[in-house]
């Protein structure tokens, strides 16, 4: 599937349907260079269940992992930029996962749903989304609602 974002209010429209998608056991695998918008997504992702939350949710580059509480389920908020080896197997089901920096997590033979989105940066604001689902049929579905 691919979404033309055209500027960050478009973003954040769009995260929000997302989020409505969502059951809470979802693995989010984004990919996209610096500055292409993964923490941005993550953080409308969020702040579209919780709009208190949106000032919490910032890069986790010299944590790994920052954990948001919303009212739906837990997010776990990953990224691998500086520390490329992350255990997610003990939280894996128990809350979304959203992880930066993608390329660096091996996930083999997992039954939960997994969305992968890649971001490409087209202009200032505008962004192409590419996104594959695995396990996740009916999130494809409701996302093209
Ligand atoms: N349509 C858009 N989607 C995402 N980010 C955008 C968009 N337009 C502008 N931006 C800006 O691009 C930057 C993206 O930064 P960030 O989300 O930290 O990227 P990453 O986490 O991928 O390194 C932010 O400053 C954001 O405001
Ligand atoms: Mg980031």
């Given at each position: 599937m691919e979404i033309n974002i055209k500027n960050l209010n478009e973003l954040r429209n769009f995260s929000k349907k997302f989020a409505n998608c969502l059951k809470g056991n979802e693995i989010i695998l984004l990919y996209g260079n610096?500055?292409?918008g993964k923490t941005t997504f993550t953080k409308y992702l969020v702040?579209?269940?919780n709009p208190e939350l949106e000032d919490d949710v910032n890069s986790p580059t010299f944590t790994v992992m920052?954990?948001?509480e919303t009212e739906k389920f837990p997010v776990y908020h990953i990224d691998?930029?500086?520390i490329k080896d992350f255990d997610i197997s003990d939280i894996i089901g128990t809350g979304v996962i959203v992880i930066e920096w993608s390329e660096y997590i091996k996930l083999e033979n997992l039954d939960v749903p997994i969305i992968k989105i890649?971001?490409?940066t087209e202009g200032e604001e505008e962004r192409k989304l590419i996104i594959e689902f695995e396990n996740a049929e009916n999130i494809k579905k409701c996302l093209s609602e």
């Open positions: 610096l500055g292409a702040s579209s269940i920052n954990i948001y691998l930029y500086r890649k971001i490409l």
